[in-house]
C-alpha cells in the first residue's frame, strides 16, 4: 500500500489529453514538492515536473503539473503513442521521514 | 555532461551479499546526496533512503535497515549499494538518482538488476 495514491491505470486515445492524479496527505503533498516520472518500458525513470509544476528543459509543454491541498495532477495533451509507460509521483513524508512515491499509473495510448 | 552508470546485472545465491556501484560524473558529488530505490519485478518504485555526499552520513528507509548498507568513495565518485542475507524477495531493479532537492531526482543510473535463486 502506497503512501501516495495513483489510479492504476488510464487510457486516452492519440491527441486527446490524460490527466493522472496523486492523492497524499499534509506530511507529504501538502507541504513538500511533489516530482513526477516517466518509466517507458525497461528503462529507467525521468523527470517529468519538479516542485509541483515546474518542467525542466527538453520535457515538451505537453506534461504540465499542478497541485492543490493534498493532491497533486500531472496533465499530459496532445498524447502519442510515445507516451504509453508508467508514471509515479514522489515527495518528502515529514512525518515519516522518508520519501515516498505512488503506486504508479500505467499510461494506454489506444 | 552528467551521468551516473551503475555496475552490471548479478546473480546470487540466497544467503549470499551483492555490493553494486553507481559512479558519478560530469559534476561534483559533493553537491547532492545519492539517493537508492528499488523496483520489484512488476511492482513499483520504492525509497530505500540515501546517502548524505558531505558527510558520507546514510539515512536508511524502513525496511531497508539490517541488512543494507550505502556507502561512498569521494576519490573515485561512487556510490555503493551493498545487501547482505540475499533473499529471494530482494530480487529486484536497484536504481541510483542523483537529488536535486526533496526526491526531485534529476539524473538516474540506468539501473542494476539483482536476482536472487538457487
Known amino acids: 500500500q502506497s503512501v501516495l495514491t495513483q489510479p492504476p491505470s488510464v487510457s486516452a486515445a492519440p491527441g486527446q489529453k490524460v490527466t493522472i492524479s496523486c492523492s497524499g496527505s499534509?506530511?507529504?503533498?501538502?507541504?513538500?514538492?511533489v516530482s513526477w516520472y516517466q518509466q517507458l518500458p525497461g528503462a529507467a525513470p525521468k523527470r517529468l515536473i519538479y516542485a509541483n509544476s515546474e518542467r525542466p528543459s527538453g520535457i515538451p509543454d505537453r506534461f504540465s503539473g499542478s497541485m492543490s491541498g493534498t493532491s497533486a495532477t500531472l496533465d499530459i495533451t496532445g498524447v502519442q503513442t510515445g507516451d504509453e509507460a508508467d508514471y509515479y509521483c514522489?515527495?518528502?513524508?515529514?512525518?515519516?521521514?522518508?520519501?515516498?512515491f505512488g503506486g504508479g499509473t500505467k499510461l494506454t495510448v489506444l | 555532461q552528467v551521468q551516473l552508470v551503475q555496475s552490471g546485472s548479478e546473480l546470487k545465491e540466497p544467503g549470499a551479499s551483492v555490493k553494486i556501484s553507481c559512479k558519478a560524473s560530469?559534476?561534483?558529488?559533493?553537491?547532492?546526496?545519492i539517493n537508492w530505490v528499488r523496483q520489484a519485478p512488476g511492482h513499483g518504485l520504492e525509497w530505500m533512503g540515501y546517502?548524505?555526499?558531505?558527510?558520507?552520513?546514510?539515512t536508511y528507509a524502513q525496511g531497508f535497515t539490517g541488512r543494507f548498507v550505502f556507502s561512498l568513495d569521494i576519490a573515485v565518485s561512487t556510490a555503493y549499494l551493498q545487501i547482505t542475507s540475499l533473499q529471494a524477495d530482494d530480487t529486484a531493479v536497484y536504481f541510483c538518482?542523483?537529488?536535486?532537492?526533496?526526491?526531485?531526482?534529476?539524473?538516474w543510473g540506468q539501473g542494476t538488476l539483482v536476482t536472487v535463486s538457487s
Open positions: 499534509s506530511s507529504n503533498i501538502g507541504n513538500n514538492y
Open positions: 514522489g515527495a518528502w513524508d515529514s512525518s515519516l521521514s522518508s520519501g515516498v
Open positions: 560530469g559534476y561534483s558529488v559533493r553537491g547532492h546526496s
Open positions: 546517502i548524505n555526499t558531505i558527510t558520507g552520513s546514510p
Open positions: 538518482a542523483r537529488d536535486a532537492a526533496s526526491i526531485n531526482y534529476d539524473f
